[in-house]
T-cell receptor
Framework: DGGITQSPKYLFRKEGQNVTLSCEQNLNHDAMYWYRQDPGQGLRLIYYSQIVNDFQKGDIAEGYSVSREKKESFPLTVTSAQKNPTAFYLC?????????????FGSGTQLSVL | AQSVTQPDIHITVSEGASLELRCNYSYGATPYLFWYVQSPGQGLQLLLKYFSGDTLVQGIKGFEAEFKRSQSSFNLRKPSVHWSDAAEYFCAVQRGNEKLTFGTGTRLTIIP
């Protein structure tokens, strides 16, 4: 069954802690994206990757880091430098690196601060 | 920079009534235009998109949208809503090779 798997569904972070959100896809899509969603706001792009071992900052990359060691995986680390991490995080993919393609989304991870 | 405005934060309609969700964008040329839908606690799903050609675009789940260049709008419509249409709806725009810009969303509530 093809798709995008985000885990965990819910995650809690203690102050000063780094946490990693997982995003795995078996769609064989080239490009992967991380978005942050806050209530009453649209989605904001954190990082994106169009090819393995390469990624670019989005609009709100500060306090976050990513890696793309495998085509299937694009984990997002929320570092202690991100002072307001509580949000819903969405991973998405597109088949190629052409930017006007349809985005395929995972079901999201809700991150909260303890 | 491109931007997109969804002026209605929350809309309530009766089941069976018609629906129109508004979306306006600011950009000189015609961008690529999208509507996505999000159920609570879930990811987004593409309803429809407009790149060029016929200005009335048909999408999934009985939705359609009309591009109006003179008004810089791309409003989403459905002739008769169902309770399952309750969700949040996002308009998004993209120009050239720039990344997608999302509106702030409109939450749709359906009353029996």
């Amino acid at each position: 069954d093809g798709g995008i798997t985000q885990s965990p569904k819910y995650l809690f972070r203690k102050e000063g802690q780094n946490v990693t959100l997982s995003c795995e896809q078996n769609l064989n899509h080239d490009a992967m994206y991380w978005y942050r969603q806050d209530p009453g706001q649209g989605l904001r792009l954190i990082y994106y990757s169009q090819i393995v071992n390469d990624f670019q900052k989005g609009d709100i990359a500060e306090g976050y880091s990513v890696s793309r060691e495998k085509k299937e995986s694009f984990p997002l680390t929320v570092t202690s430098a991100q002072k307001n991490p509580t949000a819903f995080y969405l991973c998405a993919t597109t088949p190629g690196s052409v930017t006007n393609e349809k985005l395929f989304f995972g079901s999201g991870t809700q991150l909260s601060v303890l | 920079a491109q931007s997109v405005t969804q002026p209605d934060i929350h809309i309530t309609v009766s089941e069976g009534a018609s629906l129109e969700l508004r979306c306006n964008y600011s950009y000189g040329a015609t961008p690529y235009l999208f509507w996505y839908v999000q159920s609570p606690g879930q990811g987004l799903q593409l309803l429809l998109k407009y790149f060029s050609g016929d200005t009335l675009v048909q999408g999934i789940k009985g939705f359609e949208a009309e591009f109006k260049r003179s008004q810089s709008s791309f409003n989403l419509r459905k002739p008769s809503v169902h309770w399952s249409d309750a969700a949040e709806y996002f308009c998004a725009v993209q120009r050239g090779n720039e990344k997608l810009t999302f509106g702030t969303g409109t939450r749709l509530t359906i009353i029996p």
